[in-house]
């Protein structure tokens, strides 16, 4: 059996990865794109933890956190799609304010 | 002629030293950790129609795990609620345009009322407090 540290390691390092993303992109899809490391960095987690102890609790739960991550492009998608009618552009830092 | 994406550097690069100075410090935590003996599935374990069996409160799997038929039934109503979310931002009235309301804070709208005049002052779009 792979010792966790590992899988635990490989987590962060996903997680890092999409933070890196959401730090230094602009571009909207990529943010969206990051924030899916991120979620799925902890779903590694979840199922890592459930096979050391032998329980399918974390396994159960990182399903209802990809449905969680498919909501939730959904709406981003959308979000996406009205910041591109508006400014003809997917830049994150154009829109700086709650209306326009 | 194709092109290839490149990656652009420079000093936006510059806050992602956050990240790995996480990773460098979540590493440090992890490898450093003692996580006691692994219990581990077993061979033939039902790990598949355990986790059916957890996700519908059903007490017939041999492996443990919690009910989870409360959470099933929130990310039931999540993903409508999303699927509705997405449909609205995204549909566009008959005629083709899309639906200023939400896409435009209303302008549009205004717009059509006043035929297009501006009024003279207007704080929000100045930057005001209103």
């Known amino acids: ?100 | 002629m194709t092109t290839k994406p490149e990656l652009r550097t420079g000093s936006h690069l510059l806050p992602g030293l956050a990240a790995v100075v996480l990773f460098v410090v979540m590493a440090v935590a992890i490898l450093r950790a003692s996580f006691g003996d692994p219990q581990g599935f077993g061979p033939d374990a039902p790990i598949t129609a355990s986790i059916g069996y957890a996700m519908f409160n059903l007490d017939m799997g041999t492996i443990p795990g919690e009910g989870m038929l409360v959470a099933f039934e929130i990310i039931d109503a999540v993903l409508v609620a999303a699927l509705v979310a997405a449909v609205l931002l995204a549909r566009r009235e008959q005629d083709g345009s899309v639906v200023a309301l939400l896409a435009d804070g209303g302008r549009e709208v205004r717009d059509h009322l006043t035929d297009g005049e501006r009024p003279e002052t207007d704080a929000v779009d100045e930057g005001g407090d209103r």
């Open chain 1, 1 to 100: 059996m792979v010792p966790v540290q590992w899988y635990l390691l490989l987590a962060a390092a996903v997680f890092c990865i999409g933070l890196f993303g959401i730090l230094t992109r602009q571009n909207a899809l990529l943010f969206l794109m990051s924030v899916e490391l991120m979620l799925n960095a902890a779903n590694i987690n979840l199922v890592a933890f459930s096979a050391y102890w032998g329980n399918v609790t974390g396994q159960t739960f990182s399903l209802f956190t990809m449905a969680l991550a498919a909501a939730e492009v959904a709406v981003g998608i959308g979000i996406i799609l009205v910041l591109y009618r508006n400014f003809n552009d997917v830049d994150v830092t154009l829109a700086k304010e709650m209306r326009w």
